[in-house]
């Protein structure tokens, strides 16, 4: 009677495993956290022949790139093992700066034959985007294994929220200061952005992690004056995706 108690429970056990083993390899929908540290730019293009040339000139060469970032959720849902969508609801922050800037005045006040030091001698300039990113990409997995690798492609459609620029000044004491405006004017509100990117898949007992290096540029400027700003960024994103 103990054997065959014993052998039921173990055919039971089994069948159990089994079941939940096959369950995992059959989940399709996936929900998660995704970050992103970035590198952003922008790109111009001038529509105006005349004074358009010299703000373009004098722009690129004093406008660098910044570190940005893209945080939110992310989704995944699997069509078949060599396929899947890709998408999410995420924040981010795109934008550029300025090199560090020598600042030239006159003369400083003197009082009392000290010189009185009140004027800033650099300058270095930030501008930040805001927006909320809503990918939608196809993953093509090149791999059925648990580590594999995979391409995607698709849109974002980015909702501008506002912009933000913040001027830091540094006086010959030593001392910084900073100060900052922003602005929702002359900006469109829909800036797509094309996404190409590469990476890893690991699949885990109940989860997967994804690293994902991942290129995006605008398919519209960001404003509508006579100098087109076009924003690109190259990161790398990481994802942890339950399945459910």
Known sequence: MKRVFYLTATFLLVSALTFAQDTLRKR????????????????????DPGIGNFIKSERDSTEIPKIAYTFGLD???KINKWIALSFGVQYSLKGYQTKNQ??????PPRRGGATILVTPTNDH????YNYIDIPLRVDIYLSKDKVAPF??????TNVFLYSKNISYLTYADGHRTSTSSSSTDNF???NPQFQLGAGVDIALKKSRLRILPIARVSVLSMNSDPIKEYLWSAGLGISYLFGI
């Open 102 to 107: 020598t600042l030239v005045f006159g003369p």
């Open 188 to 190: 469109s509100i829909i």
């Open 75 to 77: 989704f995944l849902y």
């Open 151 to 156: 391409i995607t492609t698709g849109i974002a």
């Open 125 to 128: 300039l930030t501008y930040n």
């Open 28 to 47: 399709k929908f996936y929900i998660g956290a995704f970050a992103s540290p970035d590198y952003s730019y922008r790109k111009l293009f001038n529509s």
